[in-house]
């Protein structure tokens, strides 16, 4: 017959434990009372689940204290060490409180009082470094963010295998770096006179930061113009435009990895300014469970064909398999704003001298197989020479996600609301990377259409399709203002203003004068609310008959002072790099932008 203990559940138990804890250390203080807690959850074993009240209890201990002694401070650390999953030691003397992982260490050297002397961050094989950053937040006692730190670490070396692969797998992350580095720094020749924007548009790497406190690398691919023109790019924050953390990522098949540097010091070039790549063989190289990883942030949302690009570029390693296919413009509002996708959604976006646009997006067009795609958080890869083809797609696919976003808004009507529009426009896909606006100028009754072509990042082209009107340098001005503004609206805009006094004469219309300098807004352009333009933003300087809200930007091509840029490279500035494991890339067809 079973006793009257073993009947009674565990969560009475457990009161009853409190209970007697409670009672007999009443006349304690909290420091005893926390230290023997957390002897006892030391020393626990069995069921977890008891231990889950203690350990609650025990964090509003530790949140409660000010930690403003040694042991305070010495017991918020080992608890933050146990929340990540770490282990915790204390040293000999009791000065420095070691946080253990199996690839890393954090050293916090204390001194009398529980105040901080300094971090330390170690990795395996390398010696300890100093953090500013995680000394700053323990001095401040920001014990959340020093946390939160710390599970970036911990997600930084989140790799299978025992110590000895892991070892390997952060050393050939590390030559990958070096290699990267070593291609950021190979002579170009600029495109763009803001020289910062230059690096990330037209950088073979982007714009490169070397990763800090156990971060990953960060690669800065792409930035809007209005970002340029909020004078985010003068900071050099990444958070300005599309980054990407270089990282490791688990692979259910084995790789081969770098294990050392693939590139000479100082580096050897080919025919296209790229470096020569020491061939993959077992000295330089060896077979591991995982891949190198480009994480995206934001998450980019990428067309099927992309994908495709994408596959053929790193041999494979990326594939359609299990991604959930949605139309682009679906994946965009998802992404961006809480607003629903529906056939037919139409947008309205506001423009300046209160003119507005309606753009409506037939759902049953977009829903092509060729206009379906996925929303992409990592884009594994394998080579250091396989980064740059990279980044041209994930720029192309950038460049079409501005373009579409711009169309969107906050504000949505139904078609049929017999709403007043200055431009009632219909955005209808061509091609997978060609799309078409459709609309009608008031004082015409025909149809006009807009034909965009989105070669690459750096190249797009409009054709105006009116009836009984065909001006090819009109098609000329008109591209050079979606490329510099990089919204459809802008750029209808000065379509409208271009096209609309010439509608009933019989003429053709004039060369445009390109010095023209082009009206551009601060309204909202996609679904993330667009902060005003300041004056000192401007390259251009405004008119006085400008009304509040409208600046001025040239749309002739800026051009860069070749005078201080190093010319010794071609202008391209970021074909695929020349390996002869991937020769094949020259004969399988691929676009002409991967080559």
Known sequence: ???????????????????????????????????????????????????????????????????????????????????????????????????????????????????????????????????????????????????????????????????????????????????????????????????????????????????????????????????????????????????????????????????????????????????????????????????????????????????????????GVMSEKDLQMEPLPQLLIKHNSQISWTDGIQFVVPLPASEYHSYVFPGAEWGRESWKGALIHTVPFHHPGHVPALLDVLRHQSAINVLLESCFSDHTHHIDSGLQYDLRCEVLPESDHCLSVTFSLDESNHLAVLQVTVTDAHQMSCRLMMPDFVDHKLDDYISRVLMRCMSIPITMRAIRKKVSPLTTRAKPVPEPDLSTAMEITSAPRSCESAPEIPHEAVQEERTASSSPGYYLMSVSSPVADNANANTDAVANPSPCASLAVYSHWVTSGLPAELL
């Not at 930035?223 to 300005?240: C, F, H, K």
């Open 1 to 315: 017959m079973e006793s009257k203990s073993e009947c009674v559940p565990a969560s009475m138990k457990t009161k009853t434990l409190m209970s007697a804890l409670k009672s007999k250390y009443a006349d304690k203080s909290w420091n005893e009372t926390m230290q023997l807690v957390r002897r006892c959850m030391d020393k626990t074993k069995g069921d977890g689940r008891i231990c889950e009240p203690i350990t609650k209890c025990l964090e509003k201990i530790n949140e409660a204290l000010n930690a403003s002694s040694l042991t305070g401070m010495v017991s918020r650390l080992e608890m933050i060490a146990k929340q990540r999953g770490l282990g915790s030691h204390l040293s000999p003397t009791e000065t420095v409180c070691y946080l253990t992982a199996d690839l890393f260490y954090i050293e916090v050297v204390l001194l009398p009082g529980g105040r901080v002397e300094d971090v330390r961050a170690a990795h395996r094989g390398e010696a300890p470094v100093s953090s500013p950053s995680l000394l700053q937040l323990l001095r401040m006692k920001k014990f959340q963010e020093f946390s939160l730190k710390l599970d970036d670490l911990v997600a930084f070396y989140n790799i299978q295998g025992d110590c000895d692969v892991k070892a390997k797998i952060y050393s050939a992350l590390r030559h990958l770096e070096t290699d990267l580095f070593k291609i950021s720094h190979l002579p170009r020749s600029l495109r763009e006179s803001d020289l910062h924007v230059d690096l990330i548009m037209n950088g073979r790497i982007g714009n490169v930061q070397p990763g800090r406190d156990g971060t990953p690398m960060t690669v800065e691919y792409y930035i809007r113009p209005l970002d340029v023109l909020t004078g985010l790019s003068d900071t050099g924050d990444v958070s300005g435009g599309r980054i990407a953390l270089v990282m490791v990522g688990n692979s259910d098949a084995s790789h081969r990895l770098q294990i050392e540097s693939l590139i000479s010091s100082p580096p050897q070039v080919d025919l296209l300014g790229f470096p020569v790549f020491q061939p993959l063989t077992d000295s330089c190289s060896e077979l591991l469970p995982a891949t190198f990883l480009l994480k995206l942030q934001p998450p980019l949302p990428m067309l099927s064909s992309f994908i495709e690009k994408v596959g053929t570029i790193t041999d």
